[in-house]
C-alpha cells in the first residue's frame, strides 16, 4: 500500500483521509516505527506508508487540522528523550525535528507500555489506524488519541454541573 497515484497522493494517504470523516473522539492514528507490531484485534488496522517518519507525521498533523470536527491529544514515549546517540545513530536529529514538527502543541510523554494500554483499551471498542514508516529508530512512534474538536473538556465539564444543579431541584 505504498505506490502514489497520478494526482501525488499515496495510498496510505488515501485511505487516512477516507477514514478521517468516520473518525471522532476516542479513534487512534498512530504514527509507528518500522518494527511496530501488526495487530491482531479487529479495530485496528495497520498500514504501511513506506515513507519518511518525520513525512508522515507531519502530513497527519495537517490532516488532523484540516478536519473541523477533530483535534488530538498527542503522545510520544517518555524513553525517546532517553534513547542515546551510540545506542541509536539519527536520534538526536530525530528528536530535534519532531519537537519542530508538534511545536505549540500539547504532549503528554510516557511510558510506552502506558500508551500500550490506553490504545489497546481504546481498541476493545473504537477503531484505530497505524501508518507504519520506514523508521529504524526506537521509541519513536508518535500516538494522536482523537477528540472533539468542536467541544472541550471545560465545555463538558459546564454541562455537566447544569445537569447535577438540574437534578436537585
Known sequence: MTGSTTSGVTDWERQLHTLLPLFGHRNWIVVADSAYPAQSKPGIETIAAGQDQM??????IDAITAC?????????DKEL?????NDAPGITEYRQQLDAALYGKR????????IIQKLDQSAQVFRILI????????????????????????????LRQAMAVADLS
Open 55 to 60: 513525512h508522515v507525521v507531519r502530513k497527519v
Open 68 to 76: 473541523n470536527h477533530l483535534r488530538a491529544n498527542l503522545y510520544v
Open 81 to 85: 528523550a532517553f534513547v542515546a546517540e
Open 107 to 114: 504532549v503528554s510523554r510516557i511510558p510506552h507500555e502506558q
Open 131 to 158: 501508518v507504519k514508516t520506514d523508521m529504524t529508530i526506537p521509541y519513536t512512534s508518535v500516538f494522536f488519541e482523537l477528540d472533539c474538536g468542536y467541544w472541550n473538556a471545560g465545555a463538558e465539564e459546564r
